[in-house]
């Protein structure tokens, strides 16, 4: 599903933590999961991917990660975990 958005809120269901992520050149998504195994890296790496190409990840990854994105309005800020 393409989006006209650059910014999404990002939620983790799990641990309830709440961002938001600007597609762009900062930092992924990872930064945000120091503790994070292999596994849950690439996920995670896997969504940093999709939002930077516009589209919002596919269903089974955000279940795995337990990760809610909403779609937000425009932003001027560039890239990155805000």
Do not use: K, W
């Not at 983790?12 to 600007?22: A, E, Q």
């Not at 596994?39 to 995670?44: Q, S, V, W």
């Not at 969504?47 to 990760?67: M, N, S």
């Amino acid at each position: 599903m393409s989006t006209a958005h650059t910014a999404f809120n990002v939620t983790n269901l799990y641990t309830g933590r709440s961002f938001t992520y600007v597609p762009g050149d900062g930092p992924c998504l990872t930064a945000q999961y120091p503790e994070a195994t292999d596994n849950t890296l690439y996920a995670l790496e896997t969504v940093t991917d999709a939002l930077d190409a516009g589209y919002l990840p596919d269903t089974d990854t955000l279940a795995f990660l337990t990760l809610v994105i909403t779609p937000e309005d425009d932003t001027d800020v560039c890239g990155g975990v805000l």
